[in-house]
């Protein structure tokens, strides 16, 4: 099966190290910075998002889409907000997309699998996600992450082609619950940071993830994810990661404002991508609409549009008490 990944970024490039199998596969990685594909392309190095790990020679960059169109499947991993823009651009057809990206197109309010329906209606879908830091993806160390595909022949063929000795893959028919668990879990993230930052302690962190994934199977149940999904490696497996290390772009923002920064300015000048401050927003504006009550994503949006910490984190202890399994 050729590999075409959408996207140059430290995912995109961590994937086609994967998708490469140590140099026996070629992969084509479109990217849309020059520097990453002459870097790709003479030092098999990816200068500018991952510049840590050497990659495989047999992946070669390019910066045109068109460049994709004999590929057997794509995986998807530009930025959510993105991907509906790049993948008009791509000639996709009927070739399965693998969507890597996680979070919730502004406006729309459409997970990237409805987005990637309504651009490419005959590509069969996958989504990938699970608890997967890129730099330590590219360097071979042991990762588990959920695959879920309808088709089950597509899913075992493409866990067949991605799946290697540190990268397992675990079958799913879920599309819904294994990207709404990596989209939610950038949020909840971003608070996780905002604890360590404002110095609010570990028996805090521990409270927010419980009642942050509490959020999260909430939000989830009600767009028709499953709960045993929601658990799984896409969820849960993925929220205790990113709410525990500074190696989270998400938990780095929630440190930064909970130290008493501004958004703006945390956001002025990075480069790489904090997918929870654009699907915060979105995560807040579905879950009003739905009738769905999430108290630790209204906190991370008040955060990001200026509000003081200690009066963010005040009206969250102060609401009413509540049953747990509510
Ligand atoms: N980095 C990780 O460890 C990791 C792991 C799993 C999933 N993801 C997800 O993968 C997706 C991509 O993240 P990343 O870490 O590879 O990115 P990154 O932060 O390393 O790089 C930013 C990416 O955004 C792209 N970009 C910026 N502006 C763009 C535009 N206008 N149009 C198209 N692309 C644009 C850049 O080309 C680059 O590929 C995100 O949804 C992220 O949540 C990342
Ligand atoms: O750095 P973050 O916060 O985007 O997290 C990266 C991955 O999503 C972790 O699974």
Not at 23 to 42: D, I, T
Not at 161 to 184: H, K, N, W
Not at 268 to 276: H, I, M, P, S, W
């Amino acid at each position: 099966m050729r590999i075409g990944v959408i996207g140059g970024g430290a995912w995109g490039t961590a994937l086609a190290q994967v998708a490469a199998r140590g140099g026996s596969e070629e992969v084509l990685l479109w990217a849309r910075e020059a520097q990453v594909v002459e870097s790709v392309n003479l030092r098999h190095r990816n200068d500018l998002f991952l510049p840590q790990v050497p990659l495989s020679p047999s992946i070669r960059a390019t910066r045109e889409l068109g460049d994709l169109a004999d590929m057997q499947a794509l995986l998807v991993v530009a930025p959510a907000q993105h991907v509906r823009a790049v993948l008009s651009e791509t000639p996709v057809g009927d070739t399965p997309l693998v969507l890597c990206a996680k979070g919730i197109e502004a406006g729309t309010k459409l997970l990237v699998g409805e987005v990637a329906h309504q651009v490419a209606p005959r590509a069969p879908l996958a989504v990938l996600s699970g608890p997967t830091f890129a730099h330590e993806v590219a360097a071979g160390k042991p990762t588990a992450v959920t695959l879920a595909c309808e088709d089950e022949g597509l899913r075992t063929r493409l866990a067949e082609r991605l799946a290697g000795p540190a990268f397992r893959t675990y079958g799913s028919g879920d599309l819904v619950g294994a990207e709404i668990g990596g989209a939610v879990k950038n949020v909840l993230a971003i608070a996780c940071g905002v604890v360590e930052g404002a110095g609010l302690g570990l028996n805090a962190r521990a409270a927010l993830i419980a009642r942050g994934f509490a959020e999260m199977t909430r939000f989830g149940l009600a767009r028709g994810a499953q709960a045993e999904t929601l658990t799984g490696l896409s969820g849960l497996g993925d929220l205790v990661l990113t709410c525990s290390s500074t190696n989270s772009r998400n938990f780095s923002l929630g440190l930064g404002l909970g130290q008493g920064k501004q958004a703006a300015a945390l956001m002025a000048d990075r480069k790489t991508v904090a997918e929870g401050a654009f699907t915060a927003p979105v995560l807040r504006e579905a879950a009003r609409d739905a009738g769905i009550d999430m108290p630790v994503t209204r906190a991370v949006n008040d955060l990001l549009e200026g509000a003081p910490v200690a009066r963010v984190i005040e009206e969250l202890l102060s609401r009413p008490l509540r049953e747990e399994l509510q």
